[in-house]
């Protein structure tokens, strides 16, 4: 059974950072591409950062410079480093996996940007 589990959401205030972390089991992690995706009320669900097997990275044009994804293949975790927090990050924010040509979804972990 394949599992992928977000933590780190929280209330930050404008400026601040917060890690993520999708926990997984189930998948040979090693070989997955990893990806944060986020989404609002009403609207889809977009790509923020991806990682593929050998580490390199693509990101979402309104987070470069201030977001970064990284992966432990040891430990099957991937990773979303989040800096200088916008109101406008505000969001669900869900873990994707790409194993064996199958997307896998966690459940998202809330992240919202307040004063």
């Known amino acids: 059974q394949v599992q992928l589990v977000e933590s780190g959401g929280a209330l930050v205030q404008p400026g601040g950072s917060l890690r993520l972390t999708c926990a997984t089991s189930g998948i040979t992690f090693s070989l997955s591409v990893m990806g944060w995706y986020r989404q609002v009320p009403g609207k889809q669900r977009d790509m923020v950062a991806l990682i593929d097997r050998g580490g390199s990275t693509n990101y979402a044009d309104s987070v470069k410079g201030r977001f970064t994804i990284s992966r432990d293949n040891a430990k099957n975790k991937v990773y979303l480093k989040m800096n200088s927090l916008k109101p406008e990050d505000t969001a669900v924010y869900y873990c994707?996996?790409?194993?064996?040509?199958?997307?896998?979804w966690g459940q998202g972990t809330q992240v919202t940007v307040s004063s």
């Open positions: 994707k996996a790409i194993f064996n040509g199958l997307v896998y």
